[in-house]
Structure formats: C-alpha cells, structure tokens
C-alpha cells in the first residue's frame, strides 16, 4: 500500500482568508478555508490508494479551529489515512499547522465513487 500520509505547504492567502464580515482588524485564514485544504490533501492522498476510474467526494468533517493564522502565513495541511472500511469509505486524521503550532485538527471521511459519476 501506498504512504499513508501527505502533507499540502501553502500560504493563508485570497479566498482562503476573512476578516469575519469586518470585526477583525486584519484577515486570518478561515475556517472553510482550513477545512478545504484539509479535505484537498485527503483527496490526493485516497487518489494514491484507489485503482483507475475511482475517486473519492468527502462525506464528513469533524474538525476544531483552534488557532489563528494571519495573511501571509505558511501552513501545512496533513491527512493520515486511519482506516479503509470496505474498500469504500476513507477515514483519515487531518491538522494544519503553521510551523509548531496546531491552527486544526480533526477527522475526515471521503466516499469512493466512479470517475464519471455512474
């Protein structure tokens, strides 16, 4: 089997920032923001484990924002694939860190689907 880990460096910047409709005096990296880098590196991590015409669409996300990371910042998101279940449901651990600390971490669950949607 493939690694069971990968990790994604990028920087909190553009669409994954909010200043929280303005009562934050600068932009952090946003909730969905995090989540979606953390659902992206999961993804690219099933893509490895799965055979040709299969992908995987994420299903659940249970996750804590438990630090701020500033504009600018670089981060890195990390999934760990915990578990398969019947070679269709993906379960992995998921955190972004900026250098040592911990901005979330949680867990995530992808289904595998046919390329094509059929």
């Known amino acids: 089997m493939a690694d069971r880990v990968r990790e994604h460096e990028f920087t909190a910047e553009g669409q994954l920032l909010t200043d929280v409709g303005g009562t934050l005096p600068v932009k952090v990296l946003s909730t969905p923001g995090m989540i979606g880098m953390m659902e992206r590196t999961a993804a690219m991590l099933a ?3 799965l055979p ?3 992908a995987t669409v994420g299903f659940e996300v249970c996750v804590r924002h438990v630090s701020g990371a500033p504009e600018g910042a670089r981060c ?3 999934a760990t694939l915990r578990e398969v279940v019947d070679e269709r449901k993906y379960r992995f651990d998921v955190e ?3 250098g ?3 901005i979330g971490v949680g867990t995530h669950e992808r289904r595998v689907v046919r ?3 059929r």
Do not use: C, P
Request: no cysteine; hydrophobic share 30%.
């Open 47 to 49: 893509l490895e484990h």
């Open 52 to 54: 040709d015409g299969q």
């Open 76 to 78: 890195v998101a990390r």
């Open 96 to 98: 972004v860190v900026e």
């Open 100 to 102: 040592e600390r911990t």
């Open 115 to 117: 390329r094509g949607g």
